[in-house]
């Protein structure tokens, strides 16, 4: 069974930096992707990463602030967030795509919450 385990979210002032972190188990996959939900507004791709090449992909709120990278030792993956922005402020999902779509995810972490203040 696929199970993902999310941490490192929390509370910053703007301008902070912070590390979330991803461990998967359970099943072989080909990209991990993170995402988003603030209050409101729909769930929003943040960025991803192939877990056997190390390429990443952002969004453009992502691009320059977040940084995407992985442990394949540690099956985790992480994402970390400088220069952080109150409009960043939402849970945080990590998620696996284990087909290579890299459009369908197919497992889910329970979420962190990333509240940014200003």
């Known amino acids: 069974q696929v199970q993902l385990v999310e941490s490192g979210g929390g509370l910053v002032q703007a301008g902070g930096s912070l590390r979330l972190s991803c461990t998967a188990s359970?099943?072989?996959?080909?990209?991990m992707g993170w995402f988003r939900q603030a209050p409101g507004k729909e769930r929003e791709f943040v960025g991803g990463?192939?877990?056997?090449?190390?390429?990443?992909r952002y969004s453009d709120s992502a691009k320059g602030r977040f940084t995407i990278s992985r442990d394949n030792a540690k099956n985790t993956g992480y994402v970390q967030m400088n220069s952080l922005k109150p409009e960043d402020t939402a849970v945080y999902y990590c998620?696996?795509?284990?087909?290579?779509?890299?459009?369908?995810?197919?497992?889910w972490g329970q979420g962190t919450q990333v509240t940014v203040s200003s």
């Open positions: 359970g099943g072989i996959f080909s990209n």
């Open positions: 990463i192939s877990w056997t090449t190390g390429n990443t």
């Open positions: 998620a696996l795509d284990m087909y290579g779509t890299r459009s369908v995810y197919d497992y």
